[in-house]
């Protein structure tokens, strides 16, 4: 299995920063890198796909980069409604697996 | 409107069956993979395995592998994970989600989750 490395585990920022999550893949997979957030008590929402495309209504201060083993996720600007665990997803083979997740909370 | 609603939340004893229950509607069923997503308590995501509800093709992964069976009823726009011996280490929620599109193995579309709780 692919094995899906996010960090940091865990990050406080303050509303209006610029919050940087990565996420390392243990071999290529090219660009098949998929971002969720995931807020408490509720089901995952998939917010860019294929690295760098935004799912259709996502906000624009989310964005992600990268390719080959190591993927870059952004919120240009923190808002106090993106308090969330963030989690990566491969699928370049079966079986697809996540990264171990990012919970934002706001300093 | 295109989603996922899952059957509710189960309290079982450790060696009892259950199955599980994730009802498409607001699109084509049989066009989209269907699959399954652990959350441990206070844990990330495991995916399980997929489903494609047109032919049943399934794929599942290895730590899920003879743990769990996933099956389809496109007739009724279905998809179900079911157990047939339940341990305590399978207390978790588990989410279906619909993969967005072919050769796009990201999950579009969520169901709310199932709480399964083990305990003698």
């Known amino acids: 299995d692919i094995q899906m490395t996010q960090s940091p585990s865990s990050l406080s920022a303050s509303v209006g920063d610029r919050v940087t999550i990565t996420c390392q893949a243990s071999?290529?997979?090219?660009?098949?890198l998929n971002w969720y957030q995931q807020k408490p008590g509720k089901a995952p929402k998939l917010l860019i796909y294929?690295?760098?495309i935004l799912e259709t209504g996502v906000p624009s201060r989310f964005s992600g980069s990268g390719s080959g083993t190591d993927f870059t996720f952004t919120i240009s600007s923190l808002q106090p409604e993106d308090i969330a665990t963030y989690y990566c997803?491969?699928?370049?083979?079966?079986?697809?697996?996540f990264g171990q997740g990012t919970k934002v909370e706001i300093k | 409107e295109v989603q996922l609603v899952q059957s509710g939340a189960e309290v079982k004893k450790p060696g009892e069956s259950l199955k599980i229950s994730c009802k498409g509607s607001?699109?084509?069923?049989?066009?989209?993979?269907i699959g399954w997503v652990r959350q441990m308590p206070g844990k990330g995501l495991e995916w399980m395995g997929i489903?494609?509800?047109?032919?049943?093709?399934?794929r599942y992964s290895p730590s899920f592998q003879g743990q769990v069976t996933i099956s389809a009823d496109k007739s009724i726009s279905t998809a179900y994970l079911q157990w047939s011996s339940l341990k305590a280490s399978d207390t978790a929620m588990y989410y279906c989600?619909?993969?967005?599109?072919?050769?796009?193995?990201?999950?579009?579309?969520w169901g709310q989750g199932t709480m399964v709780t083990v305990s003698s």
């Open positions: 071999q290529d997979i090219s660009d098949y």
């Open positions: 294929d690295a760098s």
């Open positions: 989600a619909r993969q967005a599109a072919a050769g796009i193995g990201a999950f579009d579309i």
């Open positions: 607001g699109y084509s069923f049989t066009s989209y993979w």
């Open positions: 489903i494609h509800p047109g032919d049943s093709d399934t």
């Open positions: 997803q491969h699928y370049d083979n079966l079986p697809w697996t």
